[in-house]
């Protein structure tokens, strides 16, 4: 009987102890998958920029050691870090995937500060552009072409969001 009541007696603080957090639990259920969730993303996209820089590392290093590049080039002070400008080209083809509620003028300067940003990130990985040097439809083309080198470099950009394209100008 004595240990009965002991065993009821620690059910019944159990209850009291845990109750409260499985209420919370299944209140906050949608916050904390959403919290883990963008946790374990932000984890991967690091794991990612920390693979791509790896590889960078290693691709210049072996230039370097051929002599076809030049690592002063690298440290001017001017230069923007490969990960700024991969969160730039982020931010901008955003931007760009949603200019549909914005001015032909909003929409160009984007699409200019995109392209300025491709031809950076190209330079940084010694990949060859044509951006500059092109218009129109070509330029697109170029564009698309660009995104995909840099893609198979490691550099991932998002993908645009279906049923949205980009004004022509």
Do not use: K, N
């Not at 995109?114 to 990130?121: E, S, V």
């Amino acid at each position: 009987m004595e240990v009965l009541r002991l065993l009821l007696l620690a059910v019944a603080l159990a209850a009291v102890v845990f109750l409260p957090v499985l209420i919370a639990l299944v209140v906050c259920t949608d916050e904390i998958v959403d919290r883990l969730t963008c946790g374990y993303s932000e984890w991967r996209e690091r794991r990612r920029e920390r693979r791509l820089i790896a590889r960078l590392d290693e691709a210049v290093d072996a230039d370097a050691v051929a002599g076809r590049v030049d690592l002063g080039a690298l440290d001017r002070v001017d230069r923007r870090p490969l990960e700024q400008i991969a969160a730039d080209l982020r931010c901008l083809r955003r931007e760009r995937a949603d200019g549909t509620r914005r001015a032909v003028v909003w929409h160009s300067s984007v699409l200019d500060a995109y392209d300025d940003r491709l031809r950076l990130a190209c330079r940084a990985l010694g990949i060859t552009e044509h951006l500059a040097e092109l218009a129109g439809v070509d330029r697109q083309i170029e564009r698309i072409r660009v995104e995909a080198e840099l893609d198979a470099a490691g550099l991932r950009l998002p993908a645009s969001r279906p049923g949205q394209h980009e004004r022509h100008h």
